[in-house]
Antibody
Framework: QVQLVQSGAEVRKPGASVKVSCKTS????????INWVRQAAGQGLEWMGW????????GSAQKFQVRVTMTRDMSISTAYLELSNLRSDDSAIYYC????????WGQGTLVTVSS | DTQMTQSPPAMSASVGDRVTITCRAD??????LVWFQQKPGNVPKRLIY???NLESGVPSRFSGSGSGTEFTLTITSLEPEDSATYYC????????FGQGTRLHI
């Protein structure tokens, strides 16, 4: 079965960076893009960006374009999201989701930004 | 970017009721519309894709309709476990979510 397993919770200070991983299994990693979504506590879902695992091409929402980097390691079917210059309002649960239909999701990674 | 306006933001209903949640896009998105259900502490669960296709295993009391700019999620014969927040997502262009509808049973 399709599975997306994310890395564990992270705590960072303002101005630092964080890198979240999303290890996939149960399907051909190259066949579906990976999307990244975040959700602050008590808030709605916010799309951050997507990545094509084959080409490495990516696109992100305008508000994240300067600070977000999406990469992958095809050898281990894993996608990564790196967010730099963290602020307190970046504290959220970060999710990866498969495909343009978002049919399968990782369990989420809590990122806490606090001084 | 395509903006999605979801309504109502919150609603209360009773077991057995029929409820409708609406999402409007500010430009045409064809049928590139997905509906999710999210319960507190849980990952979003896809209910409907392609605007009207029911995800496998999702009860048939859930249905989706619409195309272009206006879409609805209908839940007939509400059950207590339907209490959740519902989100629409368009993926015609860069994806965007609606603001969510909190449904209390």
């Amino acid at each position: 079965q399709v599975q997306l397993v994310q890395s564990g919770a992270e705590v960072r200070k303002p101005g630092a960076s964080v890198k979240v991983s999303c290890k996939t299994s149960g399907y051909r990693f190259s066949s579906s893009e990976i999307n990244w979504v975040r959700q602050a506590a008590g808030q709605g879902l916010e799309w951050m960006g997507w990545m094509n695992p084959v080409s490495g091409a990516s696109g992100s929402a305008q508000k994240f374009q300067v600070r977000v980097t999406m990469t992958r390691d095809m050898s281990i079917s894993t996608a990564y999201l790196e967010l730099s210059n963290l602020r307190s309002d970046d504290s959220a649960i970060y999710y990866c989701a498969r495909g343009d239909g978002f049919d399968s999701w990782g369990q989420g990674t809590l990122v806490t930004v606090s001084s | 970017d395509t903006q999605m306006t979801q309504s109502p933001p919150a609603m209360s209903a009773s077991v057995g009721d029929r409820v409708t949640i609406t999402c409007r896009a500010d430009q045409g998105i064809g049928n590139y519309l997905v509906w999710f259900q999210q319960k507190p502490g849980n990952v979003p669960k896809r209910l409907i894709y392609g605007a009207s296709n029911l995800e496998s295993g999702v009860p048939s009391r859930f249905s989706g309709s619409g195309s272009g700019t206006e879409f609805t999620l209908t839940i007939t014969s509400l059950e207590p476990e339907d209490s959740a927040t519902y989100y629409c997502l368009q993926h015609s262009s860069f994806p965007s979510f609606g603001q969510g509808t909190r449904l209390h049973i």
